[in-house]
T-cell receptor, first 114, second 114 residues
Framework: AQSVTQLGSHVSVSEGALVLLRCNYS??????LFWYVQYPNQGLQLLLK??????LVKGINGFEAEFKKSETSFHLTKPSAHMSDAAEYFC????????????FGSGTRLLVRP | NAGVMQNPRHLVRRRGQEARLRCSPM?????VYWYRQLPEEGLKFMVY????????ESGMPKERFSAEFPKEGPSILRIQQVVRGDSAAYFC????????????FGPGTRLTVT
């Protein structure tokens, strides 16, 4: 069964610093990959998705992620953190045999220090 | 265009009562998905429905849980005889088509069982 691992349940950065949130997936065939953001007491919002086109994917709010097949990784980055980026971030994979079924990682809570 | 709507946003039930969670998909969307988020965990797929059909309920507990998406009206997730372990956030998502189409999430219903 496919799975998603997010390293670090909490990540703390200073405002203006680089944001790096890690995601690794297990799959013999490159699946579709997603990053979602969840603000407190809200639903999930799609940041970006990888669908086997360009390996570097640009999303909303200045985020981007790079698909690396050799490392089975899809890490999320942003060059300069804003206070408004503080939220929970989820990496998800969409299996090839049941593409509608998103499999989520356990999430990483991003804290941004002033 | 209104997003995915869920109600109630917060629901408190005593052990043994029934919980009914409602989800209205985005306009034009006929595919609905339910996910459950336990505290400090990622979202877990529960069920995928199209109008009047359950397509995949592999993530649903075998007992006490049921879901429907009637021809008219919202999708309903029903939990009978709730127990404390059912306390969680329940998210509904909808998509325009099946497959690797973006799922749009509602704000969730937070169920607390006392």
């Amino acid at each position: 069964a496919q799975s998603v691992t997010q390293l670090g349940s909490h990540v703390s950065v200073s405002e203006g610093a680089l944001v790096l949130l890690r995601c690794n997936y297990s799959s013999s065939v490159p699946p579709y990959l997603f990053w979602y953001v969840q603000y407190p007491n809200q639903g999930l919002q799609l940041l970006l998705k990888y669908t086997s086109a360009a390996t570097l994917v640009k999303g909303i709010n200045g985020f981007e992620a790079e698909f690396k097949k050799s490392e089975t990784s899809f890490h999320l980055t942003k060059p300069s953190a804003h206070m408004s980026d503080a939220a929970e971030y989820f990496c998800a994979v969409s299996p090839m045999d049941s593409s509608y079924k998103l499999i989520f990682g356990s999430g990483t809570r991003l804290l941004v220090r002033p | 265009n209104a997003g995915v709507m869920q109600n109630p946003r917060h629901l408190v039930r005593r052990r043994g009562q029934e919980a009914r969670l409602r989800c209205s998909p985005m306009k034009g969307h006929s595919h609905v998905y339910w996910y459950r988020q336990l505290p400090e965990e990622g979202l877990k797929f529960m069920v995928y429905l199209q109008k009047e059909n359950i397509i995949d309920e592999s993530g649903m507990p075998k007992e006490r849980f049921s879901a429907e998406f009637p021809k008219e009206g919202p999708s309903i997730l029903r939990i009978q005889q709730v127990v404390r372990g059912d306390s969680a956030a329940y998210f509904c998502a909808s998509s325009l088509r099946e497959g690797y189409y973006e799922q749009y999430f509602g704000p969730g219903t937070r169920l607390t069982v006392t």
